[in-house]
């Protein structure tokens, strides 16, 4: 489906209206820098992206991009827009209304199947695209190789990983299985379920009736703990005082301590904080690690900044994500140490301010001040997320105060040891046997972790090996197409890859002068890098599952030389000559060039005036030629006409004696490229008498009306040309001769059958050149 014109009202660079008008073909729009050229691309992006422009996107464009794509200077009470009108008839309009973006026309229109990434590419597109690192690539490409759907599969696979985790809470389950685990082998060391069982029977037997009716063990256990709780209320004031003080002796404080110590003195030695940031490091410098130089020597890890051999930077990023997971680990044991002695501080404050040692509390009023002040001020929860040496010596302190305290003052009694003793079982085991439904459920939680991490490996493979199809035939028309632009053969195989190791990277591989390289990056300069770029869009554009979109180049060129250039134009013709192709340059000779080069049966050219000021906005100028536009001004300035044709003629011939190898006299320095249309005309002229060919019934003889016209232009271009550039000298009669005569030179090189120019192609075996058909030959 082809553009039929482009309309943009107050948009960018727009005024009141500003209409570009492809008529269903090919057009080449030129303009200098901030004629507004690029308008007419962002216009085509907003219709495919839905009022967003990418190359815009920051946080100074606004909500919907007002900002950046409403004409600075628009009247109040307008609107922008813009429409992009189809072949079809069917149009897309982008509408910004006091700054929200309104639609009309996209569902209905074949527009809003397209892709932008295969439609247009921006100069800095190209050129970012070969600089982007794998996974940069990976993102840009995957979509345009039709695998966008399984990146997306993937993508929400590992999203959904990270909700499960985040809303089932498996962190904190499992920090609290490991809590249970702990006491459990404390107060039953080694033991088996088998044994648990066994001594939760024995304690049934103990403390409850044999009348007893639940038999599920978690009934059972409250049961004996309800038994037990009763049993020490029965008691009297002073046994129930011995059986608190009895819990305040029996404590596990020390250990809790220890292990806490343990831990931050093996966390300690990581000596750091930011884990996870790191681990994110090693995981984006693996996108790196192929791409180094081989005569690189050494690379700094930018994990841990150890400078490491290239050779052996991809094992040093692998034993550096096992060391930091390991040490992921000590911070999950530190912290379910820390956990673990803050319940047991919570314990002992609670048994500390119970009723039952009120009396106590009283009767040792003086030695406990310090112990009661720092209890009225702990803040547990602070110390549950940071704990550090300081509160550990202050737990020490305070807690070893209360506990020596209540060792001094208890009287014995071992009914109430073992009344506790079994309080602290029974709530263990009630506790133990909770803790299996949160045990099945960090299985099941790990278990569904598991396997989408799974079928998200394999729909990275899937893609992987659907990339990997693809690309057959994609780098085989990359590499046709940089043939074209470099037919020197001296970088070949060029080919998208996925990089050993990575799931989610696509690179560019090539031949240099026979040498693999895994990377443009590494010796191609930046107009063979940006080249690339080009051929790889071309190449993903033609893989547009039979949409035939449309082509749009933006100053492409701007980095590539003259002879390369030149040979776009000839890849557009041989590739591409089914697709409308609408470019944009900002390059005066490369746009009359195509204008002699291109067959005006399927290509128009636009010239944009300059920008003259926002409420101007962008101009197009009129449709007419070259030749047409000079001999629009022999009436009312010839001088000017005449200049107009001495700078057509000047590119024109300056490009046919450097296409068909016309030897010039040697000029040193900056003088050869200050040549003008004098300096090649006689020489051209000479040369045609024996060189330039045209097929007439079959037979090939010299090409007699292109001599003459050469000849017939020569004094004209010195004499005519000349005096009315410089003196400002010239007649309306003696303007429109050498207008006519000019143009009439300058379409003798352009065969009109094929509407293609003699050099189009060159006949390796002789060095020869001819026009599309033939019937224009040029003998070397």
């Known amino acids: 489906m082809r553009i039929s014109k482009i309309e943009l009202k107050w948009f960018r660079g727009a005024a009141s209206e500003a209409t570009l008008m492809p008529n269903c073909g090919s057009i080449v729009v030129f303009g200098t820098n901030g004629a507004g050229k690029s308008s007419f691309v962002d216009a085509t992006e907003a219709c495919i992206a839905r009022g967003k422009v990418s190359h815009l ?97 993937a993508e929400n696979l590992r999203k959904a990983q990270r909700e499960i985790e985040g809303v089932s809470k498996v962190a904190q389950l499992r920090q609290e299985v490991a809590a249970i685990a702990h006491r459990r082998q404390e107060l039953f060391p080694g033991a088996d379920d088998a044994a648990l069982t066994a001594r939760l029977a024995a304690l049934k037997k103990q403390y409850l009736r044999p009348d007893f009716s639940a038999v599920e063990p978690n009934e059972v256990a409250s049961g004996i703990l309800t038994a037990v709780q009763a049993r020490i209320a029965s008691l009297d004031a002073a046994s129930r ?70 050779t052996q930077f991809r094992d040093h990023l692998q034993a550096e994500k096992e060391r930091l997971i390991e040490a992921t680990s000590l911070f999950e044991e530190l912290k379910a140490a820390v956990t673990l002695l803050c319940d047991e501080v919570a314990r002992l404050k609670g048994v500390f301010e119970r009723r039952d040692l009120a009396n106590w509390r009283a009767a040792n009023a003086a030695r406990l001040l310090l112990v009661q002040d720092f209890l009225k001020v702990l803040d547990l929860r602070a110390r549950r997320t940071s704990c550090s040496e300081d509160d550990l010596r202050s737990f020490e302190q305070n807690f070893g105060a209360l506990i020596e305290v209540a060792e001094a003052t208890m009287k014995t009694s071992p009914d109430v040891e073992a009344l506790i003793s079994d309080k602290d079982q029974i709530t263990l085991l009630r506790a133990d046997i909770a803790a299996e439904g949160k045990r099945s459920r960090v299985k099941r939680v790990d278990a569904l972790m598991t396997y989408i991490g799974l079928v998200e490996q394999f729909v990275r493979k899937e893609i992987t090996a659907q990339s990997k199809r693809v690309f057959g035939s994609i780098s085989s028309s990359i590499q046709q197409l940089w043939d074209v632009l470099h037919p020197h053969k001296r970088i070949t195989a ?101 204008q002699r080069f291109l067959p005006r049966s399927k290509w128009s050219f636009s010239l944009l005036l300059p920008f003259a000021g926002p409420t101007i906005g962008i101009r197009i100028a009129d449709e007419a030629g070259d030749f047409d536009r000079a001999r629009a001004k022999i009436d009312i300035d010839p001088e000017d006409a005449e200049s107009n044709v001495r700078r057509i003629m ?117 060095g020869d050149c001819e026009c599309r058909c033939g019937d224009l030959h040029w003998k070397s």
């Open 494 to 594: 060029v080919r998208l890859h996925v990089p050993r190791n990575a799931d989610k990277a696509i690179d560019v591989a090539l031949q240099f002068h026979g040498v693999d390289l895994e990377s443009p990056r590494l010796t191609l300069s930046e107009g063979q890098r940006n080249a690339l770029g080009l051929c790889i869009f071309l190449a993903m554009a033609k893989q547009d599952g039979g949409q035939q979109c449309p082509i749009i180049l933006d100053d492409v060129v701007i980095s590539l030389d003259r002879e390369h250039r030149s040979h776009v134009a000839k890849l557009l013709m041989e590739h591409f000559a089914d697709r409308q192709l609408i470019l944009l340059t900002h390059d005066r000779e490369w746009y009359f060039e195509l």
């Open 57 to 153: 996107a920051n946080e100074y464009s606004g909500r919907y991009q007002e900002k950046a794509l409403v004409n600075t200077h628009r009247p109040q009470g307008t609107s922008s827009s813009v429409a992009v009108t189809l072949a079809d008839g069917s149009q897309v309009t982008a509408r910004w209304t006091k700054g929200s973006v309104l639609f009309d026309g996209g569902s209905a229109s074949p527009l809003c199947d397209w892709s932008y990434r295969r439609t247009a590419l921006r100069q800095e597109e190209m050129a970012e695209f070969i600089k982007s690192t794998k996974s940069e690539k990976y993102s840009a490409l995957v979509p345009l190789l039709g695998l966008g759907h399984l990146e997306t599969a």
């Open 650 to 766: 000047d590119n024109l011939l300056s490009e046919v004696a450097e296409q068909l190898e016309v030897p010039i006299p040697y000029v040193r320095g900056h003088a050869n490229d200050h040549r003008t249309a004098g300096h090649f005309a006689g020489r051209i002229a000479a040369r045609a008498e024996k060189s330039f060919k045209i097929r007439k019934d079959g037979v090939y003889e010299k090409n007699e009306a292109a001599v003459k016209a050469l000849k017939v232009i020569e004094p004209q271009l010195a004499v005519w040309l000349n005096r009315a550039t410089h003196t400002f000298s010239a007649s309306g009669t003696e303007a429109l001769a050498v207008i006519d005569n000019c143009e009439r030179a300058a379409k003798s090189f352009v065969c009109a059958a094929c509407e293609t120019p003699v050099w189009y192609k060159k006949i390796e075996q002789t």
């Open 241 to 310: 005082e011995a059986a608190a003080l009895q819990e305040i002796i029996t404590n596990k404080m020390q250990g809790h301590l220890g292990a806490v110590r343990g831990a931050a003195a093996r966390v300690a030695k990581v000596t750091e904080p930011l884990i996870k940031e790191r681990l994110n490091v090693i995981d984006a410098a693996s996108d790196f690690a192929d791409e180094l130089a081989t005569d690189q020597q050494s690379v700094a890890c930018p994990a841990c900044g150890t400078s490491v051999p290239v």
